[in-house]
């Protein structure tokens, strides 16, 4: 008769014991979009509980982001003409300095409001008036704008449920987020130039 040897037994007892996490390419009917609702602050979703906390999981750092804001009105030189024209560019505007994270709902993250347009407790908004004169081409048009950087992480969402959720306590995000931690001080202004008839801020980040 074949016999497995103890240790062989105890290693597969040990194996078994441990938990078994459900992959998400199984799991119930459920998306990422409802995770997310589902955190402290979301919406809420039917078909799963309202987590305890939700966390990002070992963030990883990509390159910072620059999000440009328009200041003031665009001016354009497209009357046909074969001159440039000398404009001022600028006005007034207001730049947040805020956390954000790339998701369609509002939720908490580390006890962060953030997500769908939700500004964390500790944002900064700073008034600007800048105007510069510029001369635009023919057929173009000119916007001035300011930049915000933005500190860059990619990270998967940790979803924690006071009780089991289709088996488990715990879920992830199958897709990273992007969360944005503004860099205090770093704007750039510049002029944002295109061609007459095209949005003039379709290509701002």
Known sequence: MYTTPAVVLAVLGSALA?????????APDFTDADLLASCPGGPGTKKLERADR????????????????VI???QLNCDGGSEAISVQLGGQ??????????????????ELKIGG?????????????RQVTYSIPPKRQAV???????????????????DRQFGHFIWFTNENVTHLTAILGDIEFDVHESACGSSSTSSLR
Not at 18 to 26: A, S
């Open 117 to 129: 347009g939700v500004e964390t407790s500790s944002s900064k908004s700073s008034t600007f008036s």
């Open 93 to 110: 505007t207001t730049i947040t300095q805020t956390t954000t994270v790339s998701a369609d709902v509002g939720f908490e993250v580390d």
């Open 18 to 26: 441990l938990p078994q996490f459900m992959p998400r390419d199984d």
């Open 72 to 74: 003031g009105n665009p």
């Open 144 to 162: 001035y704008v300011a930049g915000q950087n933005y500190q860059a992480q990619s990270a998967h969402v940790q979803v924690n449920y006071g």
């Open 54 to 69: 939700c966390t990002l999981e070992d963030p990883v750092t990509i390159p910072n982001v620059r999000k440009f804001t």
